[in-house]
């Protein structure tokens, strides 16, 4: 069981930065892929960033492709996203999930979902 909870949302103009934080519970944190996903009022869940359970291999959203970093730190149980150039297309709920090795773009491949954090980004 693997227990997730967001933070680093807010109100930010567009151009400008944040960084979500997702702080994992549970002892098997390193042994999961992590990823990112948003959802915009009246949209689906999209994807936005994966990370593998080492770290080494990441995979992005063409939406946020050279603009948003996805990193992790198994020391620590948590997993970042940082959000560079917002747009106001980027406001959304932000949520991260933990899934299983391998796991990649869909949301039923992730077994653990936060509660999310909102980001809104003003013109």
């Known amino acids: 069981q693997v227990q997730l909870v967001e933070s680093g949302g807010g109100l930010v103009q567009a151009g400008g930065s944040l960084r979500l934080s997702c702080a994992a519970s549970?002892?098997?944190?390193?042994?999961?892929?992590m990823g990112w996903f948003r959802q915009a009022p009246g949209k689906e869940r999209e994807f936005v960033a994966r990370?593998?359970?080492?770290?080494?291999?990441?995979y992005y959203a063409d939406s946020v492709k050279g603009r948003f970093t996805i990193t992790r730190d198994n020391a620590k149980n948590t997993v970042y996203l940082q959000m560079n150039s917002l747009k106001p297309e980027d406001t959304a709920v932000y949520f991260c999930?933990?899934?299983?090795?391998?796991?990649?773009?869909?949301?039923?491949?992730?077994?653990?979902w936060g509660q999310g954090t909102q980001v809104t980004v003003s013109s």
């Open positions: 999930a933990a899934g299983r090795p391998g796991s990649g773009m869909r949301v039923y491949e992730y077994d653990y």
């Open positions: 549970g002892r098997t944190f390193s042994s999961y892929t």
């Open positions: 990370i593998s359970w080492g770290g080494g291999s990441t």
